[in-house]
């Protein structure tokens, strides 16, 4: 009876050292593994990144085809948004902006951004008046600014707010 609960000791204890081998980095076999390809002195420097797309279209019609003017347009924000350069990112979000038959999910994607990414008080203002002054805006941009609206400055929540309630009055008057 001994040498039976003997042998089962030490079965279990080889089964739990080669457990124990494996996590430290030795195959099944147990002994140690390959050593791999050496890394170089010299450090390489990180590839950019491709854009990355989007993973699911955002609007399409009832077959799920994309709208390849919007799915751009979103692309174009993106790009803007990546920019390393305050001012350029300005001026693109700004031109952007301006387009007459901004989408909803355009406005959207780039309400966010003005907030949050833009350095300057003003430019965060300009680029959200005229987007509020854009005339396809819609509620869905109107519910993403207020969203963020707390990340401004008292001056520049004064005005968006203002503009956005013109807007409202201007709308319901049928302007």
């Not at 039976?4 to 124990?20: D, E, F, P, Q, S």
């Not at 019609?61 to 174009?76: H, I, N, P, R, Y």
């Not at 680029?127 to 963020?148: D, Q, T």
Request: proline residues 8%; positive net charge.
């Amino acid at each position: 009876m001994r040498s039976v609960l003997r042998v089962i000791v030490l079965i279990a204890t080889m089964a739990a050292l080669t457990g124990c081998l494996e996590a430290l980095g030795g195959d099944k076999a147990g002994g140690p593994q390959e050593p791999g390809p050496q890394p170089s002195a010299r450090a390489k420097e990180p590839q950019p990144q491709p854009p990355t797309r989007a993973k699911e279209p955002l609007w399409g019609d009832w077959f799920g085809k994309k709208d390849v003017k919007v799915e751009a347009t979103l692309a174009e924000i993106d790009a803007v948004c990546r920019l390393k350069s305050d001012s350029a990112m300005y001026e693109g979000l700004k031109a952007i902006a301006r387009r007459p038959d901004l989408s909803k999910a355009a406005q959207v994607r780039l309400a966010k951004p003005a907030i949050e990414k833009l350095y300057s008080p003003a430019d965060k203002e300009e680029v959200l008046l005229i987007l509020i002054k854009n005339p396809s805006f819609s509620h869905e941009a109107k519910m993403e600014i207020l969203a963020y609206i707390e990340k401004l400055p008292e001056e520049t929540k004064i005005k968006v707010l203002s503009a956005i309630n013109n807007r409202t009055i201007e709308a319901d008057q049928g302007w």
